[in-house]
């Protein structure tokens, strides 16, 4: 099997010249996926975080990685620019200003075509990829080309947007069609999975029709094309469903139960001052994150007497990330200034009401931190799973604690049983903030129970396993009617054996 991703499980920022230092990435996917991946045969293809020729990094928990090479432009236009200039602010309901630049867009369309060679290049005949997240949307249909023997599954980690706000995409077909290359897509929620088909109607250029549902989980969309040689109809299909992301739920219980991790928990509430209650915020520092939105409300509530200064922390923890876009320095600089402005009107000498750090935590370091919080803020204004929620409940072993969730992170579909909040609306997330802060010990525990349960019921692993059996199911019952086509001659042969349910290749046109 062959994992795609734009990041590799670990990374290397370091500027300059200096002797590579590896680190692992940050974010979900990544976290996720380390969990699951740990098979000698499998190899991850991505980049290494650094612009230019860096060597691939050893093999991670056995898996081979291989480096697909950036140089800076493509860093400035692939990354920074289409990926997180154009298609992040415009997944996320146009949090920030999407910008339509054509440069940007034939350097994303370059990028996506280096992915697609260098994972066919390294794929063995009849392999399952599993493409991932929004930098890489031409790669299903860049490597279908390439290699009509592979299965191929892609898997969106954001939001995909609504109908009215793709629509804006200069590119919006080319997209899709890049996309439905895939056998199966994977979003991460229902609302997502409704809205890609909508925009396929409106917007895919083919002849389409969805079927009905075969089973709860997937939805299957048929396109009829005129084939390029002979004119004929001809008919793919490919399959579309909602596959939320989890957590190593067990990891992050044994982690928060060793002694050390009490120990430091209890150590950082005294060295906060022992407050009443501790809120905590943990987020890259991201204008999609509400940040702004759940720090106005926190000055609201000590300003109106409801949370007392002298009693309540807010320690938040914001993780640096794509520093070189403009809008995301300037929100950074708009966190830091309100920091700034809540202490300078309620901290007193020596004890600040927001604790504010800007750098990565080791995961020892953060479940000691969870453990500490009473109350853990996700404000997000838009997020396609948020996992932070469902480590701070793997790791709540003591029942305790209570989770401010927003309505628009994906995580709200399954943990119903927390304090739920629409950030937008000021009131609300004052109210819901302040409700969760008082809430009882017994009221925060019945809570936690299922939220507890909801986690430990499908975790990363189950994400992962339900995904590739799905594919390789669809994809055994495309092969048995139609076939997909063979590798071709030079394509790696098979070091191990087929991955189950792959078929035997057959000649196909789709
Ligand atoms: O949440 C989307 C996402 O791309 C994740 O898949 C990833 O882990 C995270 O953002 C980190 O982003 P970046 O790779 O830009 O630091």
Known sequence: MVIVANRLPVHCADPGSGPVRWHPSPGGLASALRSVVQDPRMVWVGWTGRAGPVRSPLPVDGVTLAAVPLDSVDVQDYYNGFSNGTLWPLYHDIAARPDYDDRWWSRYAAVNERFASATSECAAPHATVWIHDYHLQLVPALLRARRPDLTIGFFSHIPFPPRDLFAQLPWREEILQG??????????????????????????????????????????????????????????????????????FALFGRRSQQRETRTRAQRTRDLLGSPTTVLLGVDRLDYTKGILHRLKAFEELLACGDLDPDRTVLVQ?????????????????????????????????????????????????????????????????RDGMNLVAKEYVASRHDEQGALVLSEFAGAADELTAAYLVNPHDLQDLRRTIHQAATSSVAERRRRMRILRQQVRSHTAHDWATEFLDTLRSVRGSTCSSSGRGQPPSNAVPSSGSLPTGSCPAASVTI
């Open 179 to 248: 996309i439905l290359g895939a056998d199966l897509v994977g979003f991460q929620r229902h609302c997502d999975v409704e809205k890609f088909i909508r925009s396929c109607w409106d917007f895919s250029c083919r002849t389409i029709s969805v079927l009905p549902t075969v089973s709860g989980q997937t939805r299957t969309l048929r396109f009829i094309d005129a084939d390029a040689g002979s004119g004929e109809s001809v008919s793919t299909e490919v399959r579309v469903g909602a596959f939320p992301i989890s957590i190593d």
């Open 317 to 381: 923890v914001a993780v640096p990330s794509r520093d070189r876009i403009p809008d995301y320095r300037t929100h950074a600089e708009q966190v830091a200034a309100m920091v700034g402005r809540i202490n300078g009107t309620h901290a007193t000498a020596g004890h600040p009401v927001v604790h504010y750090t800007q750098r990565q935590h080791s995961p020892a370091e953060l479940t000691a931190l969870y453990l500490a919080a009473d109350v853990l803020l996700v404000t997000s204004l």
